[in-house]
């Protein structure tokens, strides 16, 4: 296990959520409680003071450990943020019982959005990202999580890329689908997933576009997985919204070629 708040020679930090994290951004070993377990890739290159930040939630029974091999592909100019579930699942966590897909268990997917919530001003504080420039990418359990801030805490993202997961649109939730209005989201989903059917990820095609959000909507013919096609376009749709670029094709409700 690393060292609590020491960098190692990847650049990676692990935090202990129930102790504290440190600010790198003042190092002068300042702490804070951290509401969940994460680890931290600092940012590769130069740039501005307050850097973007991308927070990865990873999917069912995995770890916070799970999403930081995407990170050489993404922009370097990120500070990469993994958290890990709270709830464990035999070697790995959850980030809510299963009733059925779609239907989350209300009492621990309400802890989850409790911790995230908290966890995302932690995290600009602890960190000096720019909040106006803090997306989310989730997989699976960790898209459904991602889906969910979306909906209830838009205003404190920049933006949400959900692969191979869905909204929470049948989890009681109350829902403003204005919210979402111009807000940019690339969602993502196998064509022969087994786990997560396609047609939940088109379920959240639908409602995205009927809200107006910014959509980049594609699938793929793969099954429950990220493939390298994908990481290319998700790390191309973050740099993109980084560097300010004009909505694609795909944006603004529209959706983005499917690969055969």
């Known amino acids: 296990m690393l060292v ?10 692990e935090l202990m959520g129930q102790e504290s994290f440190m600010d790198h951004q003042r190092l002068d070993g300042a ?45 370097p100019r990120l500070v990469i943020v993994a958290a890990r579930a709270p709830f464990q699942l035999g070697s790995g966590f959850h ?10 268990e209300p009492e621990s997917f309400g802890r989850s959005r409790e911790l995230l919530g908290r966890f995302l001003g932690e995290i600009v504080d602890g960190y000096g990202i720019d909040p106006k420039r803090l997306f989310l990418l989730g997989f699976s359990q ?11 805490q838009p205003g404190a993202i920049a933006g949400a890329a959900l692969l191979s997961g869905y909204l929470p649109l049948h989890a009681g939730l109350t829902i403003d689908p204005e919210a979402v209005r111009g807000k940019p989201v690339f969602v993502r989903h196998g064509t022969r997933d087994e786990v997560i059917p396609v047609e939940f990820g088109r379920e959240s095609r639908e409602f995205l576009s009927a809200a107006g959000a910014a959509l980049d909507y594609g699938e793929y013919p793969i099954g429950h997985q990220i ?9 191309a749709w973050i740099t993109g919204r980084l560097d300010g ?12 070629p499917t690969s055969n």
């Open 245 to 256: 670029a004009p909505p694609s094709a795909a944006d603004s409700g529209g959706e983005a």
């Open 227 to 235: 493939s390298e096609q994908e990481l290319r376009d998700v790390a």
């Open 4 to 13: 609590t708040g020491q960098l190692t020679p990847s650049g990676i930090v």
């Open 95 to 104: 980030w809510y019982d299963l009733l059925a897909i779609g239907r989350p």
């Open 31 to 75: 702490a804070r409680d951290a509401s969940l377990t994460h680890r931290v890739i600092l940012p590769r290159a130069a740039g501005d003071d307050a850097p973007p930040g991308l927070l990865v939630l990873h999917g069912r029974g995995a770890d916070e450990s799970d999403l930081l091999s995407l990170a050489p592909a993404l922009d």
């Open 142 to 152: 960790g898209a459904m999580m991602s889906g969910s801030l979306l909906l209830m």
